[in-house]
T-cell receptor, first 115, second 112 residues
Framework: SQTIHQWPATLVQPVGSPLSLECTVEGTSNPNLYWYRQAAGRGLQLLFYSVGIGQISSEVPQNLSASRPQDRQFILSSKKLLLSDSGFYLC??????????????FGPGTRLTVL | QKEVEQDPGPLSVPEGAIVSLNCTYSNSAFQYFMWYRQYSRKGPELLMYTYSSGNKEDGRFTAQVDKSSKYISLFIRDSQPSDSATYLCAMSAPTSGSRLTFGEGTQLTVNP
């Protein structure tokens, strides 16, 4: 069965420090992968998505970047964190559903607090 | 205007109540509709999926889609305290591939 892992689960970082969040997927190959951010009490903001190794699409201009060095690994990074980068970061992968639609399945998330 | 509008809530109901959660959308190309449930500090989980107008039932949950009115609903019968969570609607078009458009979510609390 497919499993998605994210780490760390919780992170507290000072403003201006670098960031690296990792997401790995097991049990599938060549998945479409997504990074979302969720502010407290808010919906999901799509940050990046990837359809393959080295293929990254950015949705929102910001000081974050993403990389996909391996088929089932997706990394979210920043060189210098801002206070506004605080939030709940979710990685997701997609799977085809009946009738032609696609569902996304989410990891457990990383809660980032920038102080 | 957002493509998907979801009743913001929060919603607080007594145990056993029937709950109705609703989303409207403006993009007539949307053909696939989902409801996700998100417990506090957890990732969202896919709860219901449908791609046709009408009702789809799964236990205490019923997903309803009205494509002519661009309106979807999730009904929860005999609500339980364990149903307390944030519910997000999501939808996609055939041309959007695996990308989904999400509503902002409705926070539901079921009181024992």
């Amino acid at each position: 069965s497919q499993t998605i892992h994210q780490w760390p689960a919780t992170l507290v970082q000072p403003v201006g420090s670098p960031l690296s969040l990792e997401c790995t997927v097991e049990g599938t190959s060549n998945p479409n992968l997504y990074w979302y951010r969720q502010a407290a009490g808010r919906g999901l903001q799509l940050l990046f998505y990837s359809v393959g190794i080295g293929q990254i699409s950015s949705e929102v201009p910001q000081n974050l970047s993403a990389s996909r060095p391996q088929d089932r690994q997706f990394i979210l990074s920043s060189k210098k964190l801002l206070l506004s980068d605080s939030g709940f970061y979710l990685c997701a992968w997609s799977v085809g559903l009946a009738g032609g639609g696609w569902g996304q399945f989410f990891g457990p998330g990383t809660r980032l607090t920038v102080l | 205007q957002k493509e998907v509008e979801q009743d913001p809530g929060p919603l607080s109901v007594p145990e056993g109540a029937i709950v109705s959660l609703n989303c409207t959308y403006s993009n007539s190309a949307f053909q696939y509709f989902m409801w996700y449930r998100q417990y506090s500090r957890k990732g969202p989980e896919l709860l219901m999926y449908t791609y046709s107008s009408g009702n789809k039932e799964d236990g205490r949950f019923t997903a309803q889609v009205d494509k002519s009115s661009k309106y979807i609903s999730l009904f929860i019968r005999d609500s339980q305290p364990s149903d307390s969570a944030t519910y997000l609607c999501a939808m996609s078009a055939p041309t959007s591939g695996s990308r989904l458009t999400f509503g902002e979510g409705t926070q539901l609390t079921v009181n024992p």
